[in-house]
């Protein structure tokens, strides 16, 4: 009888942080290094599209006025109402979060990587890290975070406060983190920290080898 061996999975790091803390270009500095990273937000698109797993159970709970002429959901208008209603924004990630959570599953089975990244700002509170070998976290300082989004997405002021306020403190993912990476450095402070983190892995990987 032939035995067939089951594939191991990847080692998986679950990269979270809030928003405008650098999430992405950590990630891109890992997928650089030889890993592949899946980004849950993008994930999330597919999941609430017209053909889309949560799509349905979002247009009943919000109504059709967050959808656009072609009948997809108006991410813009969506975003208005959950972003100035914590309650809203609470039953929407309710909506969108286990479907996410297993297409990333999906993929991440797929992957022939060593090493997958997920990329995703509610991490920790969707519980998708639970299964994940380590948690980074990405920080820099509140007048940062205002500075990216104000300057570098072009929000108002107000706008990217709003944004900031619907998210959990820093503090409270960093309890968390097995890596923490702070980007208010330069970015080759940054790429130096990571890279660090990273021969931690190839050194944990060869150890288990032998």
């Known amino acids: 009888m032939t035995q067939h061996r089951v594939r191991a999975l990847p080692y998986r790091i679950g990269l979270t942080g809030n928003i405008a803390t650098g999430k992405s270009t950590v990630g891109w500095m890992l997928v650089a290094l030889g890993a592949e990273m899946i980004d849950a937000d993008?994930?999330?698109?597919?999941?609430?599209?017209?053909?889309?797993?949560?799509?349905?159970?979002?247009?009943?709970?919000?109504?059709?006025?967050?959808?656009?002429?072609?009948?997809?959901i108006?991410?813009?208008?969506l975003g208005r109402i959950v972003f100035a209603d914590p309650?809203?924004?609470k039953h929407l990630e309710a909506l969108t979060h286990p479907a996410v959570i297993a297409e990333v599953n999906r993929r991440i089975a797929r992957s022939t990587a060593p090493v997958v990244v997920v990329e995703a700002i509610k991490l920790l509170e969707s519980g998708m890290a639970e299964d994940y070998d380590a948690v980074w976290v990405t920080t820099c300082s509140r007048a940062t975070q205002i500075e990216r989004?104000?300057?570098g997405r072009e929000l108002s002021r107000e706008h990217a406060?709003?944004?900031?306020?619907?998210?959990?403190?820093?503090?409270?993912?960093?309890v968390h983190a097995d890596v923490v990476i702070c980007t208010e450095v330069s970015l080759s402070e940054t790429q130096a920290q990571v890279e660090a983190?990273?021969?931690d892995i190839q050194r944990m990987s060869t150890a288990q080898e032998q």
């Open 42 to 72: 993008k994930v999330a698109h597919t999941v609430i599209a017209p053909d889309g797993s949560a799509y349905g159970g979002i247009v009943e709970a919000f109504g059709p006025t967050i959808l656009d002429s072609e009948g997809a």
């Open 74 to 77: 108006d991410r813009r208008a």
């Open 87 to 89: 309650a809203a924004l």
């Open 149 to 151: 989004l104000v300057e």
């Open 161 to 174: 406060l709003k944004r900031m306020r619907v998210q959990s403190p820093q503090d409270e993912k960093i």
């Open 197 to 199: 983190a990273w021969a």
